[in-house]
């Protein structure tokens, strides 16, 4: 159960606290260890050739010239790779979904462009480049499909025939009550088919991995840009057919990840493979264009959304059938699924009904990415909320607070199942209404003296943050555990070194993880070294992502903590001579006597006794350190609105937007420095899905035709606009401390209030907006479509 506010705030760098990160010294001075700074002696490095057709059958391979060029130690093809190692598990499974094999390298059929085929391991990275040019393949291009609609049609071509009879992987419906009767008896119904943009994530450091195999000792160490070390070092084993015992995995910094290193790629058991051959450390880095085919996409559904609500705009009930477009292949991750979890939104609905539809394209495998299916649903559902209110002339805002659940109705269960914890998501939209001063807005008018038509955009979302239990996890088939798991050890110099798998990637858990024990413990901030990410020196974990981090760890590191306090404080009492620890406390680096600071001992002291067993009571064991494992009895939801201001030129369809206000709940803030930063990240790449990034394919070759950073519009620092953030905190009824996630709420309302906004300024036009990104060339296609149907007769 949660703590007070008050309660966890009474320690300097403790909970609370805006305690500078720790992650910062090194990174600032340029002394991050990244996977491409792993540089062993005598390192060989792998090269991948690569499908250029959507869909294709290979005939023939001919390696003989690549293996005559000076350099090239080792050629692999797809048949070899298939008879000497497993498919690439999934971590993640489609419920209903047959495993669909997939190996490192292509076997007699390419599903996508960028499909590994053949992979080069040579003296140089340029000498294995070389090689692959010169190896002569033969494709017979086959039928391909890129539209995820025209993908289930009965005429497609099938991409996995032994498999599937057709492209749709799975259907998985959920639902209460009969919204079909109520949405039949509704006095109005709002509905529309949304289109949401096919994206990526592009972490700044691309994917690497640097494997290295000791034949003697039998021992694989990979050095893995990953945010799941552990998982990739079981599914390493399963791939390679190794003992798990027999695999390290290591990461040290990761420059980013957002969903997109989850789990194994097929180029690390590629390198991994020749490693093993060659006896000889292999390196692969990736670049920026095979990271636009080859690394998971996201986002990209159809959604169809309908809500039916009474005369008085009540809603009544919820519809909601997507189908979401997994590429070619079931990568680790796979088809976002939270788009069903939280399809109600924050809003009292009691008959709903949803339905993923998981379909097959010739594209690149789609990942998880943050939000994960929320920003998604976010958009339709809140752009028909405003649709909504225009039908019955009621004011957005209004219509949202009259179906909102109220702070009493918590908890509450939505139609998918979802169990929101606890939050006042009234209060965080009128927060959003004072900031953005939406009463005069609304009473200033549209129309501005240069012809610009100014709108107001709103938002409202719940997020799901975490998982409910390993139970719900294993209903759905995943592989993976809720809990969290860190190793607390004194050291000799009185300071407590933390291991913990999670690795670093720009969230700050070193930071976090550390106030969190400093709180708990007593001890100083500054002594305790958090080491993370390698698989050989911290406790089995799950890994960074889901938004799940701290809401597990907080409860794993608050156990330790308490149990290596505890033991600490009999020890100091025995030195003492007390009869017991009342009246004892740690207080930075000594124990001290409450009310007789004079009477102290330094924490090198005891833990020095501890580990050596000397001066310890009879009845303690020698050694100070604690392992501890946590697991949330329920997943934390996350909530907030927000509201946009755009001015549009009705002419041109080019808008700015003047100001973005989000209000947003996580709970208990940790760190409120770091919960700035990681809204205004999230919030960057929000925008960037919203106003202009989209991963286009060409509908006659199949082929990917921005997949560069030429062509593919991620936004600057520069392009972002003026961004407003303020927090409410609310407590999580289920969580240590009351936390919630925060990594990914930033993504989720943009899409919608831009949307809103651009719709709300050219209501005059009645211009109402379908799909992502909203770019300028789409509001004039909308205003010339809705001009064309004010002169239709």
């Known amino acids: 159960m949660s703590e007070t506010l008050e309660q966890t705030r009474t320690r300097a760098n403790g909970v609370g606290a805006a305690a500078l990160r720790k992650e910062d010294d090194r990174l600032l001075r340029g002394d991050g260890r990244f996977t491409d700074d792993v540089d062993p002696a005598h390192a060989l490095h792998m090269a991948i050739g690569r499908c250029p057709f959507p869909h294709a059958r290979i005939l023939e391979i ?61 003296t140089s990275r340029a000498v294995a480049e070389d090689a692959i040019e010169l190896i002569d393949i033969d494709y017979d291009p086959l039928p391909h499909v890129s539209d995820v609609l025209e993908a289930l049609a009965d005429d497609a071509p099938v991409l996995h025939p032994l498999q599937l009879s057709s492209n749709l992987l ?37 994917r690497a991995i640097v494997a290295h195999w000791r034949p003697g000792a039998r021992e694989l160490t990979a050095h893995v840009s990953t945010q799941v070390p552990h998982l990739v070092r079981m599914q390493l084993a399963e791939s390679l057919r190794l ?52 690394t998971t996409h996201a986002r990209e559904a159809v959604h169809d959304f309908a809500i039916g609500a009474d005369a008085d705009g009540r809603i009544t009930a919820m519809t909601n059938t997507y189908t979401t477009d997994l590429g070619g292949q079931n990568s680790p991750f796979g088809s976002a699924q939270l788009s069903s979890i939280v399809f109600t939104g924050p809003y009292r609905v009691d008959d709903g009904f949803v339905q993923r539809r998981v379909a097959l394209t010739n594209k690149t495998p789609v990942g998880a990415y943050r939000g994960y299916g929320q920003p998604e649903v976010n958009f339709a559902r809140e752009l028909l909320m405003d649709r909504l209110a225009r039908r019955l002339g009621i004011d957005p805002l209004e219509l949202r607070m009259r179906n909102m659940l109220a702070q009493e109705d918590l908890p509450w269960r939505n139609p998918a199942g979802a169990l929101y914890d606890s939050g006042d998501y009234r209060l965080a939209l009128q927060m959003v209404a004072d900031a953005v001063d939406y009463d005069a807005l609304r009473a200033a008018g549209r129309e501005r003296p240069d012809g610009r038509r100014v709108g107001i955009g709103l938002t409202s979302f719940v997020e799901r943050t975490g998982y409910a239990s390993a139970k719900f996890l294993a209903n759905r088939g995943s592989r993976y555990g809720a809990h ?92 003492l001579e007390l009869d017991d620890v009342d009246g004892l406390e740690v207080d930075g680096d000594a124990v001290v006597v409450q009310g007789d600071p004079s009477r102290r001992i330094p924490l090198a002291e005891l833990h020095m006794a501890a580990i050596i067993g000397q001066g310890i009571p009879v009845d303690e064991h020698p050694g100070l350190e604690a392992t501890a494992h946590f697991e949330p009895e329920h997943a934390a939801y996350a909530f907030g609105s927000a509201a946009a201001v755009v001015a549009v030129d009705p002419e041109t369809g080019d808008f700015e937007i003047e100001r973005f206000v989000l209000v947003h709940d996580c709970g208990t803030m940790v760190n409120p420095t770091l919960v700035d930063g990681q809204v205004r990240g999230a919030l960057a790449q929000g925008f960037g899905a919203a106003l202009s990034e989209e991963l286009r394919y060409d509908a006659d070759t199949g082929q990917l035709v921005n997949g560069s950073m030429l062509d593919y519009f991620v936004p600057t620092a520069a392009d972002l606009p003026p961004i407003e953030l303020h927090h409410t905190e609310v407590p999580s009824p289920f969580t240590t401390f009351g936390v919630r996630g925060v990594g990914e709420i930033g993504t989720i309302p943009p899409g919608a209030a831009i949307a809103n906004a651009v719709c709300d300024a050219l209501a005059d036009f009645d211009v109402q907006i379908s799909r992502l990104p909203v770019t300028p060339e789409l509001v004039w296609r909308e205003l010339q479509q809705a001009r064309n149907r004010s002169e239709t007769p």
């Open 62 to 122: 001919d390696v003989s010239a690549a293996a005559e060029l000076e350099g090239v130690q080792q050629i692999l093809v797809g048949a070899e790779v298939a008879q000497r190692t497993e498919p690439i598990s999934v971590l993640r499974p489609v419920p209903g979904a047959p495993q669909l094999p997939y190996y490192a390298l292509a076997g007699e059929v390419c599903v996508y462009e960028g499909q590994p085929v053949v992979s080069v391991v040579a």
């Open 243 to 294: 003992d798990e015992g027999d695999v390290r995995v290591i990461t040290s910094d990761v420059g980013g990840g957002f969903g997109l290193k989850l789990g194994v790629y097929p180029e690390d058991v590629l390198a991994c493979l020749h490693a093993i051959d060659l006896r000889r450390p292999v390196k692969w880095t990736e670049d920026r264009l095979e990271h636009f085919r080859a």
């Open 484 to 575: 969290e798991s860190v190793t607390l050890r004194a050291n000799r110099s009185g300071g407590i070194d933390l291991f913990t798998g999670v690795s670093s990637m720009g969230q700050s858990s070193e930071t976090a993880f550390a106030q969190i024990c400093s709180q708990v413990h007593g001890i100083a901030f500054d002594a305790i070294r958090v080491h993370a990410g390698d698989t050989g020196a911290t406790p089995l974990n799950t890994g960074a992502f889901a938004s799940r981090t701290l809401i597990a760890a907080a409860g794993a590191v608050s156990a330790a903590a308490t149990e290596l306090r505890d033991k600490t404080l009999r020890i100091a009492a025995h030195r």
């Open 170 to 206: 799975a259907t998985n419906p959920q639902g209460n009550g009969d919204p079909d009767a109520v949405m039949a008896a509704a006095h109005i119904v709002v509905s529309d088919r949304f289109r949401i943009n096919r994206v990526t994530g592009l972490p700044m450091e691309p």
